[in-house]
């Protein structure tokens, strides 16, 4: 049974805007894989790095390590990049963890890796909110990449406003408090989730994700905000850092994107 009160003492609270508690806390950490698992696109990624022929590959918010390990098995050579020092230790742990590079921090400090594949699941393009950091660090993914080497990534079709609670492929994309979405961790027990929109402004939506771990009754809040970027200009972004968009998918099964589609999902080359 996790111990909060020794996990609460060694975490601290962010006060300044989204706390991003899920990727921080060492609670919420503890059952991020139960709450988000790769199933649903870790074989898009798994088949795309040999597609590819990609030897060495950078996993971008690489989180706890989860796809990273799965590349590293496959005989991928993977650099795991993750700011959460959190995340990290349980990516370390992981039994294929020594066969990972693992970088605490971001992409702007890497070097001119030449690296076949970069990757960024998970929607972690979503959490790069201003023009300017998203800009230097597309430049900076480049720069590690040897010339036509490819970079891939996912952000949600704002056209689709997955924040309306609707239904996709059998469940609310983003479930509401009362639509929970319910999962059973092998530590914590059952465990509910629910999204609560705080607020929708432009292109920019902030959330509260409410977790209810109903063993103790407690319920861990993580506060996030998202950029809602159009294909367009993720496609220019991609064309301002040097890149040249190859393929739109709009879900894992590779079918293109298109209005309807929940997902974007690009291929660019260097």
Known sequence: MIDFKLME????????GPDLNEFYDPRLVAIYDTANPVAEYERFYLDLASKLSASSIIDIGCGTGLLTCELAKRGHRLIGVEPSKAMLEVARRRACGARVEWIEGDVLGLDELQAD???????????????????????????????GGHIAFES????????????????????AQTSRRRVDDSMAGRIEWWTEILEIED?????????????SGEVLVSNNELRFRTR??????????????????????????????????????S
């Open 9 to 16: 003492d060694k975490y601290q609270e962010v006060d300044d």
């Open 117 to 147: 594949l970069a990757i960024m699941t998970g929607h972690v393009a979503q959490f790069f909110l201003d023009d300017a950091g998203w800009h230097s660090t597309l430049v900076a993914i480049r720069k590690a990449l040897r010339p």
């Open 156 to 175: 949600r079709n704002p056209l689709v406003q997955p924040w309306a609670n609707k239904m996709i492929k059998d469940h609310v994309d983003w479930p």
């Open 203 to 215: 292109d920019r939506v902030r959330t509260a994700i409410h977790y209810l771990f109903t063993r």
């Open 232 to 269: 367009a200009e993720l496609s220019r972004s991609l064309s301002d850092a040097g890149f040249s968009v190859e393929s739109v998918f709009g879900d894992w099964d590779s079918r293109p994107a298109d209005v309807a589609s929940r997902e974007l999902i690009f291929v660019a080359a």
